[in-house]
Each structure stands twice: as structure tokens, then as C-alpha cells.
């Protein structure tokens, strides 16, 4: 348990439907994060959030759509997804202040799946 | 553009040692993290470095060159257990972390 909870982990979508994931983190952090992780790939920073406000968008699709509504929570809206966007969603949160030790704790996951 | 380079898969055997290396080319450095992730499960933190020299924490050590870019996690007396994906990421001059594929790491009985 690393303090960062993702449901549901495990989705099957068809590319028609709407579906959003959900994270939360009971650590007490100041910014959410929203990666993508494919097979053999780096992980991809998808958006982050500090103080609930989006200081990160890197170039993602508008069909993903992030929405924090507080510190502790997180979500990701998908909407008429595309195979290639199987993958594994990480969560993670961390407290972030000015030192480069910040750590981000990660959540388990969601393994998304789109027909 | 910025790149971090680690084996895509090694093997070792029960009781052993193994290294894992990560080499980096980014713009500016604010520390080095090593994570381990098992299969279907979160990536945890293992370790960071920001100055050079080997930082010990039981069975794991990691170790940083920053004149090289490069660091290392050392793994001994390598657990069952221990089978899992290793990943390697640094903090740039503007914070962001910059990952590694990871490196799967197979223990042999």
C-alpha cells in the first residue's frame, strides 16, 4: 500500500463509450499526476495538477479530460478512445516544494483495454 | 533532446549480484531515482541520488556519476522476490522526471 488508491483496475471500453478512472491519495500531497505506461516504453507524463490547479498538459488528446476537484482527488475522463490507447494509467501524487528530492508515490493502476 | 538509456531485460540467479545501469542525457540534473515495480502492481520508490558516490540501503545500493551521467543500482543476495521491472528516472533543470523504459530484472532459482 503506497497511500495512492486507482479504480477500478482493470476497463474494457469499446470506442463508442465514455468512461473515467478514478484516483486518490490519503498522504496528504499538494499535486496529483495522471502518467500512461506502455509495454517497453517509458512512462508518459499525461497531466499534472498542483494545489488543484493543471500546470501540465503534454499534448494529450482532448478525448482524455482531467478533473481535480480537490487535493486528494483525481480523475480521468475518456471518451471515444482509440485501440492504440490500451495501456496501463498510473496515479501518483507528491508533496512538491523546491527540492529535486520529491518523491512521487505511485497508485496500482488501471489496465485499460479499448476494443 | 533528453534520453535515458538501461538494459531492456537481464537475468540472474537466486543469491547472486547484479547491476543494473542507467546512463542520461537531459538538460540540467536535480537527482536520480531508482523504482521497482512488479508486475501489475505500482512502481515504489527504491532510492535517490543528487551527489556522486554509492548510497547503501540493506540489499540495494544505487550509485551516481554525474560527470558520466550514468548511475547504477546494485542488487545482492538476489531474492525470488526481487523479479520485477527496475526504473530509472532523473529530475531536470526544470524538475520534470524523465523516465527510463525500466529494465526487467529475472531471478533463477
Known amino acids: 500500500e503506497t497511500g495512492v488508491t486507482q479504480t477500478p483496475r482493470h476497463l474494457v471500453m469499446g470506442m463508442t463509450n465514455k468512461k473515467s478512472l478514478k484516483c486518490e491519495q490519503h498522504?496528504?500531497?499538494?499535486?496529483m499526476y495522471w502518467y500512461k505506461q506502455s509495454a517497453k516504453k517509458p512512462l508518459e507524463l499525461m497531466f499534472v495538477?498542483?494545489?488543484?490547479?493543471?500546470?501540465e498538459n503534454n499534448s494529450v488528446p482532448s478525448r482524455f479530460s482531467p478533473e481535480c476537484p480537490n487535493s486528494s482527488h483525481l480523475f480521468l475522463h475518456l471518451h471515444t478512445l482509440q485501440p492504440e490507447d490500451s495501456a496501463l494509467y498510473l496515479c501518483?501524487?507528491?508533496?512538491?516544494?523546491?527540492?529535486?528530492?520529491?518523491?512521487?508515490?505511485f497508485g496500482p493502476g488501471t489496465r485499460l483495454t479499448v476494443l | 533532446g533528453q534520453n535515458i538509456d538501461q538494459p531492456t531485460e537481464m537475468t540472474a540467479t537466486e543469491g547472486a549480484i547484479v547491476q543494473i545501469n542507467c546512463t542520461y542525457q537531459t538538460s540540467g540534473f536535480n537527482g536520480l531515482f531508482w523504482y521497482q515495480q512488479h508486475a501489475g502492481e505500482a512502481p515504489t520508490f527504491l532510492s535517490y541520488?543528487?551527489l556522486d558516490g554509492l548510497e547503501e540501503k540493506g540489499r540495494f545500493s544505487s550509485f551516481l556519476s554525474r560527470s558520466k551521467g550514468y548511475s547504477y543500482l546494485l542488487l545482492k543476495e538476489l531474492q525470488m522476490k526481487d523479479s520485477a521491472s527496475y526504473l530509472c528516472?532523473?529530475?531536470?533543470?526544470?524538475?520534470?522526471?524523465?523516465w527510463g523504459a525500466g529494465t526487467k530484472l529475472i531471478i533463477k532459482p
Open positions: 528516472a532523473v529530475r531536470d533543470s526544470n524538475y520534470q522526471l524523465i
Open positions: 501518483a501524487s507528491s508533496q512538491e516544494g523546491t527540492s529535486g528530492a520529491d518523491t512521487q508515490y
Open positions: 495538477y498542483n494545489f488543484k490547479e493543471q500546470t
Open positions: 498522504l496528504g500531497h499538494n499535486a
Open positions: 541520488n543528487v
